[in-house]
């Protein structure tokens, strides 16, 4: 290929590129399916390799990371990055409310001759924000190009770290748009999500190694790297909040329309981000972020409200290293300091042995807690936590409260190193620690009452026979009564039945019916959501998916050596081996077979090979409710199909699935031409498919 021709293709495939990150990440409304989106970034980075003298530091294959620096060099602040004062009730914020609200009557000569008039302003129009819990940086661009990112260190000396934002996928390394301003200088957090924390910290803990307290520790720690291939490879995240300088853009004089601006150039904010008047609209802000703070993808420690009016703002000015346009609304602290009582071990669905502490009650975060996860043995020996202990304990949103450090300095005397028990608590077998694992496990398998309770929960959960009804605190019950003790034993009706239900604690004729009902109903299950109901170590539900789709029928499975089932996409020797392992002992056999007597059934899916995959190629959209199977069902077998199953629609789109109520996926099928069929239709063309 001549070279211009590549300069060319190269040109169109990075901004084409651009604009899918744009809508993947800006707007969130990606319009290509994943892998047509990596054919383009693959086909590019060939062409880059192959006429490297093309390569660009902006082009969208740039976020690797590439060498690692030295050491890190200091950046001025041009505009200081200050921080927010705080407010932490109603009341305060209504005081600060009104002091902005004097100060601007009196500096725009509206005061009354009587003094400060609360109303010589109407209502203050305010942007409110979520305050994200991350690390503030500030970018640079010239031309449009990313040029420098640092952090805030003391807000006027920073840090450059721009090889690792470079890294971040929502950090633009060149501005969307045909006229890109000569100079733009936007701020704004870095944030590691939930979800990729809890991931890191898991992989982290799985090897051995040191995890992260929390994830804004994580994000600073990630960006604190000499080698940009550390950051390249967490999630991080980043939302702008602000611009502070521009040349050559003209800017709403509004903080809430910048920002809507700023989105056009390639910057992701907040989708939280909301304008409105007065103290009031600010509550009522702040009571609903703070009801959804733990559903939410990132952490966020408050929100914060800003005085919108950029005029205002300018009027309103500093008072030292602060704004008095704006101040912090935090949330309740999330950390707190507390009293380790006793540290005891809870036995997990494999076995595992994990460290609780019993704390003294404290109140974090909104709720008062008494206990925490230790998660590790290790873990106690790192931080070497003794009874009799004050410790730092944290609680973030919806996760289980953790112990983050001792405060040494607060140990009472003779307070004794905690020991791992040589025999599980609960059941009295041998604990077994295998060397250069952190975890310790009680080997006593489905003998042990309490691997039997969390196996059954597991059974019995949404995502694997969902039995509808059958709560933990019923099959804690039916195992303390030695009611039931295996999954099979669920459906054996000689041992669970009305008669043995009824002298459970709050059951009741009807309770006690429809758990049978719902039990019996669960007996028609898929494959994948019994091999995942099974659980075996390491096979979560993509690994169950993938292990039915390849070998079909589940006595392929049980026959499978270890050389098989690497085979299997995603299976590596671990999984493997712990695949072998389960089918390898009796007693998983025995329960096997029972279960399938007493009647739990699946069909068989054709085996990778022998199967027609009719949908091959095509990708579908379902949107709507469906009445005849869940939106789980149905993905399932558009997958046994061959299709791929999106979640928005484009051009490419071959079919959607409208259920009841079908939203804007359904217009945007139209608006495109896409063919769309009702659920009748749907279930019509599976019937005919045998499923
Ligand atoms: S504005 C002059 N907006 O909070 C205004 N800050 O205590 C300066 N933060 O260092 C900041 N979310 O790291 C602003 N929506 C938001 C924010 C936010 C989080 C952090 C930021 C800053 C700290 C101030």
């Avoid at 999500?193 to 600073?220: D, H, I, Q, V, Y």
Wanted: a negative charge.
């Amino acid at each position: 290929m001549p070279k211009a021709e590549a300069a060319r293709e190269i040109e169109a495939l990075r901004s084409s590129i651009r604009y899918h990150n744009y809508r993947y990440y800006v707007l969130d409304d990606p319009e290509l399916p994943d892998g047509e989106y990596d054919r383009l970034l693959n086909r590019l980075r060939d062409l880059e390799t192959r006429f490297p003298d093309l390569l660009t530091t902006d082009s969208p294959t740039q976020r690797v990371g590439g060498e690692a620096i030295a050491g890190f060099s200091t950046v001025q602040h041009e505009v200081p990055m200050l921080s927010l004062d705080n407010v932490f009730s109603a009341g305060e914020f209504a005081d600060f409310d009104r002091r902005a609200r004097e100060r601007l009557g009196d500096l725009l000569g509206r005061a009354q001759a009587t003094g400060h008039d609360l109303f010589s302003l109407p209502q203050m129009t305010y942007c409110c924000e979520p305050k994200l819990d991350g690390l503030a940086i500030s970018l640079l661009y010239e031309n449009g190009l990313l040029r420098r990112a640092a952090t805030r260190g003391d807000g006027v000396t920073g840090e450059d770290i721009t090889h690792n934002v470079r890294t971040i996928a929502t950090v633009p390394l060149r501005l969307l748009g045909d006229n890109p301003p000569a100079l733009l200088e936007v701020r704004g957090e870095v944030v590691m999500p939930k979800a990729g924390f809890l991931k890191l910290n898991a992989g982290a803990a799985a090897r051995g190694e040191k995890t992260f307290a929390n994830p804004r520790n994580a994000a600073a720690g990630s960006l604190r790297q000499l080698d940009p291939k550390i950051a390249a490879q967490r999630p991080l995240e980043f939302y702008a909040y602000s611009v502070v300088q521009a040349e050559g853009l003209s800017l709403p004089a509004s903080q809430f329309e910048t920002l809507q601006k700023i989105t056009g150039l390639g910057f992701c904010i907040s989708r939280e981000i909301r304008r409105g008047d007065g103290p009031e609209f600010v509550q009522s802000f702040y009571d609903d972020v703070q009801s959804r703070r733990d559903s939410l993808p990132y952490e966020i420690d408050g929100v914060v409200i800003k005085v919108d009016s950029v005029r205002w703002q300018q009027e309103l000015g500093f008072v030292s290293r602060a704004p008095r346009w704006a101040t912090a609304y935090k949330f309740p602290a999330q950390e707190a300091i507390t009293t380790v009582q006793a540290i005891e071990f809870q036995v997990g669905r494999t076995g595992a042995l994990t460290p609780v502490a019993r704390l003294a009650p404290v109140f974090v975060g909104g709720v008062t807690v008494s206990n925490a996860t230790l998660h590790n043995f290790d873990e106690i020996e790192r931080m070497d936590v003794r009874v009799g202990d004050s410790v730092v304990i944290y609680r973030a949103g919806d996760v289980i409260p953790k112990v983050v450090r001792v405060l040494p300095e607060l140990r009472p005397a003779h307070a004794a190193a905690v020991v791992l028990p040589q025999q599980c608590p609960v059941c009295g077998s041998d604990v077994e620690r295998p060397e250069n694992e952190a975890i310790a496990r009680c080997s006593g398998g489905l003998f042990c009452p309490a691997q039997q309770k969390e196996a059954l929960k597991h059974f019995v959960s949404r995502r694997a026979l969902d039995v509808d009804g059958l709560g933990d605190k019923w099959i804690e019950q039916l195992v303390d009564l030695a009611l039931i003790k295996t999954s099979a034993d669920l459906y054996d009706r000689a041992r669970l039945n009305k008669e043995t239900l009824l002298p459970l604690e709050r059951m009741a004729e009807k309770s006690a019916d429809n758990l049978i009902v719902a039990i019996d109903a669960s007996k028609a299950t898929t494959l994948p959501r019994f091999l995942f109901a099974l659980g075996i170590r390491d096979v979560g539900e993509a690994t169950a998916l993938a292990l039915a789709r390849h070998f079909g029928r589940l006595d392929a499975i049980i026959a499978a050596d270890e050389a098989a089932l690497m085979q299997v996409p995603d299976v590596g020797p671990v999984v493997a081996e712990s695949i072998a392992t389960f089918f390898r002992q009796a007693h998983n056999l025995e329960v096997i077979t029972r279960l399938r007597e007493l009647g739990v059934s699946w069909p068989d899916l054709a085996a990778e090979g022998e199967r027609a995959q009719p949908f091959a190629g095509q990708t579908w959209v379902l949107t709507g409710s469906l009445t005849s199977m869940s939106r789980d069902q149905a993905r399932e077998k558009l997958l046994q199909l061959g299709a791929k199953v999106s979640g928005s629609v484009s051009k490419k789109t071959h079919c959607v699935v409208a259920g009841e109520a079908a939203g804007s996926k359904l217009a945007d099928a139209e608006k495109l031409g896409v063919r769309v069929i009702d659920e009748a239709a749907f279930q019509q063309l599976l019937s005919g498919h045998g499923l």
